[in-house]
């Protein structure tokens, strides 16, 4: 079916990628549905993951919708953005600390989204359609990993909601929580600098 095909093919990707490298083992990290990509690798080809960090991971069961999920939940589709205000609340959704608005960049910035709408609405399509949609990560196998892991979110997550903490704390034995603080989403773009010394002392450290 749909899911076992793209998890295979992107199981398969990331094991190239790191054969190619000659890569015995990493640490992997991984962002949104990044986030569950990894876990999928791990669960595959466990061997290779020394540690694994899931950053607002998408694919975790949560108790409450999101802000982002509340908007899909009323048949909303906040990828649609064909006006700068639109634009403006999707990158909030993503991030606590958008760009700036300032001519020129932000007319280029709409632009260049709208060029790539084929791609958000694939997306839409994998959060709405039952058919396509992304599966539950299977807690209990992501349990049983022998790797060091952990999760991190944003202190001002809008897109994922907190309460998946909770469930990955319940089921995923030993899980390390990270909370960053001025953060949304894309912890990765709103605290680089937080990320990095996170990953190289709490992560990798304690490996």
């Given amino acids: 079916d749909h899911e076992t095909s793209f998890q295979k093919q992107t199981s398969a990707l990331v094991h190239e990628?790191?054969?190619r490298s000659q890569i015995k083992t990493a640490h992997f990290v991984g962002a949104s549905v990044?986030?569950?990509v990894a876990c999928l690798f791990a669960?595959?080809?466990p061997?290779?993951?020394k540690t694994l960090t899931l950053i607002g991971p998408v694919g975790v069961p949560a108790t409450s919708s999101s802000e982002f999920f509340s908007l899909v939940d009323e048949g909303k589709n906040p990828f649609w953005a064909s006006t700068q205000q639109e634009y403006t609340h999707l990158l909030g959704l993503a991030l606590k600390n958008p760009p700036p608005e300032f001519w020129p960049l932000s007319n280029f910035l709409l632009a260049d989204y709208a060029q790539r709408q084929p791609i958000y609405k694939h997306i839409w399509q994998q959060i709405t359609d039952s058919d396509q949609r992304v599966l539950p990560i299977d807690l209990a196998r992501l349990s049983e990993l022998p790797c060091s892991k952990h999760v991190i979110m944003g202190d001002e997550e809008r897109t994922i909601h907190h309460s998946i903490l909770k469930k990955l704390t319940d089921q995923v034995s030993g899980i390390g929580v990270h909370q960053c603080p001025e953060s949304g989403h894309s912890v990765q773009c709103d605290q680089p600098k937080w990320l990095a010394d996170l990953v190289r002392t709490e992560?990798?450290?304690s490996s």
Avoid: L, Q
Wanted: negative net charge; proline residues 0%; contains cysteine.
């Fill in 17 to 19: 990628v790191i054969c």
């Fill in 34 to 36: 990044g986030a569950w």
């Fill in 43 to 45: 669960m595959e080809s």
């Fill in 47 to 49: 061997s290779y993951v």
């Fill in 203 to 205: 992560v990798i450290g």
